[in-house]
């Protein structure tokens, strides 16, 4: 690479577009941080959680009856960092910036995109409510009505909702009436975005 000097920034810049088009999980979240976005690793930061109130009939006779504004938050600690390492003397191999990005850039992105997607999907562990029967690849419409109707129980907003499949349930459902027929509906967005598209209020997406 003589004569050629390519700096952090470069190479940031270069990454991030190859980052975000390979992110799933991380983009369909809710982040809400509070205080300054310069945390570094070992802090913790709080995350901000949905304000919830309750709407009631209005009575005259009582008069209005006002709520308190409780902001709930979740402590995250920041107490990892994922990492592709790359020697030096295999970047000095590259010809020009152009087969760095090849090389090396493009797939260390990817690669750091798929462990996020990992990491977060793993999250699932955490969550109690639960359908369907485990171990069995969700296949069929009836498997979405009844994450639909979970998150109805949970009184779950109606938007926005998002639903992450693996592979196998993704495959599963390219092969079903309802979703592979949109086009006779007026709707075929699913079908040209080649995903399984939205489907009884949900956004689903495959990673």
């Known amino acids: 690479m003589a004569n050629s000097f ?5 190479i940031a810049r270069c990454a ?47 008069g209005t009856q006002t709520q308190e504004l409780e902001e709930g938050s979740v402590e ?29 850039i493009e797939p260390a992105a990817i690669a750091l995109a798929e462990k996020l997607n990992a990491d977060g999907l793993s999250l699932y562990r955490d969550i109690a409510a639960t359908v369907g029967e485990a171990g069995k690849t969700p296949a069929d419409l009836t498997d979405l009505a009844a994450v639909r109707g979970a998150l109805n129980d ?6 926005p909702r998002c639903a992450v499949w693996d592979t196998a349930a993704d495959t599963a459902f390219a092969t079903v009436p309802g979703i592979v027929s949109a086009e006779k509906s007026g709707s075929t967005e699913a079908l040209r975005e080649g995903s ?7 956004d689903n997406y495959m990673s």
């Not at 975000?20 to 976005?37: E, G, K, Q, T, Y």
């Not at 949970?154 to 938007?159: I, N, T, Y």
């Not at 399984?196 to 949900?202: D, L, N």
Request: hydrophobic share 50%; charged share 25%.
């Open 76 to 104: 995250v600690k920041l107490d990892k960092i994922a990492s592709v390492d790359i020697e030096v003397s295999a970047l000095d191999a590259a010809l020009n910036f152009d087969s760095v990005e090849r090389l090396f």
């Open 16 to 62: 991030l577009p190859h980052l975000m088009s390979n992110l799933v999980f991380p983009r369909l979240i809710h982040c809400d941080f509070s205080d300054a976005l310069s945390a570094q690793q070992g802090d913790t930061v709080q995350v901000r959680k949905p304000v919830n109130y309750v709407a009631r009939d209005f009575d005259p006779e009582a």
């Open 196 to 202: 399984i598209g939205r489907v009884f209020g949900i």
């Open 154 to 159: 949970a009184l779950v907003p109606q938007f």
């Open 6 to 10: 390519v700096t952090l920034r470069d």
